[in-house]
């Protein structure tokens, strides 16, 4: 680690993969103060080349030469690969980063939790709506919320289309669903479908808690607008919040009765883009040697819960029987063990 006047020691990072996702994660690492950006990794070397030169760092050939050059590493590869690199890397002594789904199967987000431990290393998860100012601000007043409705809603796009909707898109908020519930799933009734791909690409779940919760999530990579928002409701209050415009509404009722009263408070929020709070919050944990926010068994609880959503999707196609349509070519992870 070299030494960073504001930030402590800065912290030697490498990107391994710089597709979409981890060209994203260069650019960040390049405006961190707390960040000394060593290099890139690439597949293809072609694109490794392009984004090192980009910004202003260096392509290496592979992971084994980032051994001795970097203190942690950010792993943007496919989700199949996420496992094996992963632990890879762990296993030469450097902390990770791994974007979500953190794994292809419950039993790799096993391994890749057992071989952090082994080695005594920092494993993040990249769900980076965690980091949202709107959710930080939510987490504050959140008080035994009993119903959720959740809507995130893109247009098509090529990337990502490996994996199901489920997996790429409403994992986000299966995550922070589990983050504010905080109580076990004890049902799910999921219903999606594939529109443009071979994989599903709209999906729709019921999810109920312990608790009494329960929650609506709808996920689309197929829709014609951008829609990424979350309302909930617990005791005398609801709560609306925007991910895109990254603020939150609380609504009290003052006075019940026929002629209720309400009060409307806008959250405090600072804006800032998520994924620069992610990392920032992943060199921190590497610094202080600290659990991050989103660790290993966070990432396996949303990966779990994925997984026991898609298998309602696939029961549903096969119950309605709607021929091709009726079971994606998708499985749950633990399917594909």
């Given amino acids: 680690m070299s030494e960073s006047p504001s930030n402590g020691p800065r912290i030697r990072v490498a990107v391994v993969g710089v597709g979409d996702f981890g060209r994203n994660h260069v650019r960040v690492y390049r405006e961190l103060p707390g960040a000394e950006l060593v290099g890139v990794v690439d597949s293809n070397p072609e694109r490794a080349r392009a984004v090192a030169q980009e910004f202003s760092t260096t392509a290496l050939p592979g992971i084994e ?25 762990l296993e030469q002594g450097l902390d990770v980063l791994v974007e979500k789904p953190m794994a292809a199967s419950l039993a790799e987000a096993d391994r890749l939790i057992a071989v952090a431990s082994r080695y005594r290393r920092v494993l993040q998860v990249g769900h980076l709506e965690r980091f949202n100012p709107a959710v930080a601000a939510v987490e504050k007043i959140v008080a035994r919320p009993l119903f959720f409705e959740v809507h995130r809603l893109g247009v098509f796009s090529p990337r990502s289309l490996d994996i199901d909707v489920v997996y790429d898109v409403m994992i986000h908020d299966l995550d922070i669903l589990l983050a504010l519930a905080d109580s076990p799933v004890t049902d799910i009734k999921a219903v999606g479908i594939p529109v443009l791909s071979d994989r599903v690409d ?19 990579r197929v829709s014609t607008e951008r829609v990424r928002k979350m309302r909930f409701f617990q005791q005398h209050e609801y709560i609306s919040l925007d991910y895109t415009r990254q603020d939150a509404l609380r609504v009290r009722v003052r006075q019940p009765g026929p002629q209720p009263q309400f009060d409307f408070e806008k959250l405090p929020t600072v804006p800032e883009e998520p994924l620069r709070a992610e990392l920032r919050a992943f060199l921190d944990a590497v610094r202080t040697r600290s659990v991050p926010r989103v660790d290993g068994a966070a990432g396996r609880r949303a990966l779990e819960l994925a997984d026991r959503v898609m298998a309602g999707i696939l029961n549903h196609g096969r119950r309605v029987q709607l021929g091709a349509f009726a079971v994606p070519q998708a499985s749950p992870s633990w399917a594909r063990e």
Avoid: K
Avoid at 71 to 87: I, K, N, Q, W
Avoid at 202 to 220: D, K, L, M, P
């Fill in 65 to 89: 030469a980032l051994v001795g050059r970097v203190d942690a590493v950010s792993l943007a590869v496919p989700t199949v690969e996420h496992a094996r690199m992963g632990c890879a890397l």
């Fill in 202 to 220: 709209i999906a729709h779940a019921r999810v109920e808690f312990e608790s009494g919760a329960v929650a609506n999530v709808t996920a689309s």
